[in-house]
């Protein structure tokens, strides 16, 4: 197997998922990002595509010498098989690998794992112990369970796209795919709490995820404000509905989010920017009066903009230090080159057949676990004999029949 198999230590402790194995049929973000930060967390992921219609975001850009850099950002540490699902002996060779798996995780429209033989009660009786992670639009139950879903459907349907925007302008997309990530972050919470569970009770089950369910857990306030006020989200652009100064402000060369609302963080502000005075001007001198809007717009903003428009972002942030929340508002290339980021590595190195790209790392960081830290994406099927013949067992006359049958 490859270097990066699960078994795998680094010093003297074993990576906190090495030995549990997981069969990935995902495709796409909603399920391999999932997959993915189990492999960094030492699970063996083998990620399983058709022979001759393997995951279309292969085709996605930036493209290097070995392919696909998107593709490379959400599948390193995988082993890459090949299976035709609708073929017969494509059925029976995945129940094998469901009777030896722990996990099998997929993001297809409900009903399709039923059409083709492999639904949930065919693969719970292959294996009692398996848990089946699937991610889907709007989940496994429900009337709205076989509609069709991407990303911007689960924004759109999970309010995120009627909340985000400039007042008076019409909503606007999130600009991330936002309803793929949280739906691949809960999936990968169900995911584990199955685990714990099964090493209890012995008992698998099916951790059932929504994109719709996983973008309204990421409208903050709007859903209680609606059922005990009966108010509506609207756009808000990047003003925040109640807390002032707490926001997007301009400044000599772009742009800062600054948050100086509570009465101790303005009296902070006042001293950094050589005013202590204004934090006593009985006018502003509390919470509530700044946070009302014709005080603010009359006397707050001015204020600000005073303040920040003659430095530049790199000033301001030495300014606040340690002391208040005035950050700047990074571009993609400053993000890259963040010293905190580099320190807390969160870009990595990825192998992509003969070339090597940086992706971004993993934000979990256990005191005491090792997580991968770099590994190879698969190419289609690189990885068939070791999946097949060394981890499942088939005798090498099958795997060759399974083969030239194009099965795999």
Request: proline residues 8%.
């Amino acid at each position: 197997m490859q270097a990066e198999h699960p078994e795998a230590t680094t010093g003297a402790r074993t990576f906190p998922l090495a030995g549990i194995t997981i069969v990935d049929l995902s495709r796409v973000v909603a399920g391999p990002y999932c997959t993915m930060m189990l492999a960094d967390l030492g699970a063996m992921v083998i990620k399983i595509e058709h022979p001759s219609d393997p995951d279309y975001v292969r085709d996605f850009p930036p493209h290097v010498e070995g392919g696909s850099a998107y593709f490379a950002q959400y599948n390193r540490h995988k082993l890459g098989a090949s299976l035709d699902l609708k073929h017969s002996e494509g059925k029976a060779l995945l129940l094998e690998m469901v009777r030896k798996a722990d996990i099998l995780v997929e993001n297809f429209r409900p009903g399709t794992m039923d059409r083709l033989g492999l639904g949930w009660p065919i693969l719970q009786a292959a294996n009692p112990r398996l848990i089946y992670t699937a991610v889907s639009g709007f989940g496994h139950s429900g009337p709205n369970a076989p509609r069709p879903s991407y990303d911007s459907t689960a924004q759109a349907a999970g309010g995120l796209w009627s909340m985000n925007g400039y007042p008076g302008q019409p909503p606007v997309r999130v600009g991330s795919i936002i309803g793929d990530l949280a739906a691949s972050f809960y999936a990968t919470i169900g995911t584990l709490a199955a685990l714990r569970e099964v090493e209890r009770s012995g008992l698998g089950q099916m951790v059932d995820i929504s994109q719709q369910d996983s973008v309204v857990t990421l409208t903050e306030s709007a859903i209680v404000n609606y059922t005990v006020q009966g108010s509506v989200a609207e756009p808000l652009g990047s003003a925040h509905p109640f807390a002032r100064p707490y926001g997007q402000f301009a400044c000599k060369d772009g742009f800062v989010f600054f948050g100086s609302y509570s009465d101790k963080l303005w009296r902070d502000t006042c001293a950094i920017f050589g005013e202590p005075e204004l934090a006593d001007d009985p006018e502003i001198d509390t919470m509530v009066k700044r946070f009302d809007h014709a005080t603010y717009k009359r006397r707050i903003e001015p204020l600000i903009e005073r303040w920040f428009m003659p430095r530049t972002k790199a000033q301001l942030e030495a300014m606040a230090g340690d002391r208040i929340a005035l950050t700047p508002i990074k571009k993609i290339d400053e993000v890259v080159g963040d010293p905190h980021l580099r320190a807390r590595e969160m870009f990595v190195p990825v192998r992509l057949g003969g070339s090597v790209v940086e992706v971004f790392g993993s934000p979990l960081k256990l005191s005491g676990s090792p997580l991968r830290s770099d590994g190879a994406a698969p190419t289609p099927g690189e990885h068939n004999r070791e999946v097949y013949v060394e981890w499942l067992g088939i005798p090498t006359e099958r795997f060759e029949s399974l083969r030239a049958d194009g099965v795999i």
